[in-house]
């Protein structure tokens, strides 16, 4: 079951997936950030770590039953559902208070949160890796390259913390990106959504989507009129 092998080429390999998994960790590291964001300073980066820790656990589960995340899409589809609503809950609620704190929850189930977060981006990141891999379990139970897959996850939730932190911190000094970074949220959801329903986007579908990234993020750092 566990007949790993290495060979040169594996290398290059490797780190293709490490730079892939740091891209698709920005967008789990700022979905992360809003959520921690509703704790004090001081349990921000426990919670973090604790995350870390027990998502090592779900990213290693993830890897091991690969062969049938492609039947667990629906999750991908109830998670952009809860991202959408985190968009829209803030958007609105936003729109009834001039003022508006982030909203305090529990510890533990901001814990919670984060971890059904990490599992419904681990999903599009470990497809992906396998993917790039070249992995299949047509013809094997458990692929001899499946190391590379679970080494490239493990650095891309290292690298989603750090920039989970530094997200927090920078909506912590320009309120305003909080609303930029809740529309950025609600458009990741709604591309997991149809990611999903449409079995794959067309490759024109990938820039508009960036575009849209960098238009709701430099949306947070225009000043509001006075009145």
Excluded: C
């Excluded at 299949?136 to 932190?165: C, D, N, T």
């Amino acid at each position: 079951m566990f007949d790993q092998t290495f060979s040169l080429v594996d290398i290059p390999r490797l780190f293709t997936l490490i730079f892939l998994e740091g891209v698709l960790s920005l967008d789990n590291a700022l979905a992360i950030a809003l959520i921690v964001r509703g704790l004090p300073q001081a349990m921000r980066q426990k919670a973090l770590f604790i995350g870390l820790v027990s998502a090592v656990v779900l990213r290693a589960f993830g890897v091991l039953s690969a062969a049938y995340l492609i039947q667990l899409l629906w999750v991908q589809i109830i998670g952009g559902i809860y991202l959408l609503y985190l968009s829209l809950s803030h958007l609105i609620t936003n729109r009834r208070a001039e003022v508006r704190r982030p909203r305090r929850r529990n510890f533990w189930t901001t814990v919670f949160l984060v971890e059904i977060t990490d599992f419904i981006f681990a999903i599009d990141s470990i497809l992906a890796g396998l993917a790039l891999v070249g992995v299949s379990f047509a013809h094997h139970e458990f692929p001899p390259k499946i190391w590379i897959v679970y080494l490239g996850g493990l650095s891309g939730l290292i690298m989603m913390r750090f920039a989970a932190k530094f997200f927090t911190e920078i909506i912590d000094r320009f309120p305003r990106l909080e609303t930029g970074a809740h529309l950025i949220v609600g458009w990741i959801g709604l591309k997991l959504i149809l990611d999903v329903s449409l079995k794959g986007l067309p490759l024109w579908a990938e820039p508009i989507f960036w575009m849209g990234i960098v238009l709701f993020f430099s949306f947070g750092f225009i000043k509001k009129r006075s009145m």
